[in-house]
């Protein structure tokens, strides 16, 4: 599943090199957080957050039905 959610990001993001990704794993949900660049947030997320919500829908729908829920959360990465 995490090939899918780089796959859609590196798509829309021009700071590929900045793309960082996280993934926790809880008792009921697997979490991944996408770190991007600044400059790269709102092409990501897109206009009222349409590109978002259709990756979350695409996770969604792409998840067998007996494992654990995907959450997708797509935040700046803060400056080192």
Do not use: C, H, W
């Not at 926790?24 to 709102?42: C, H, P």
């Amino acid at each position: 599943m995490l090939e899918l959610i780089k796959y859609i990001v590196e798509q829309f993001a021009e700071e590929q090199e900045a793309i960082e990704y996280k993934v926790e794993e809880t008792e009921d949900a697997i979490n991944v957080t996408v770190l991007l660049a600044d400059s790269d947030m709102g092409k990501v997320i897109g206009k009222q957050g349409k590109i978002a919500k259709a990756l979350r829908t695409l996770v969604r729908a792409a998840t067998p039905r007996d494992s654990k829920k995907y959450n997708v959360e797509i935040q700046e990465r803060s400056a080192e």
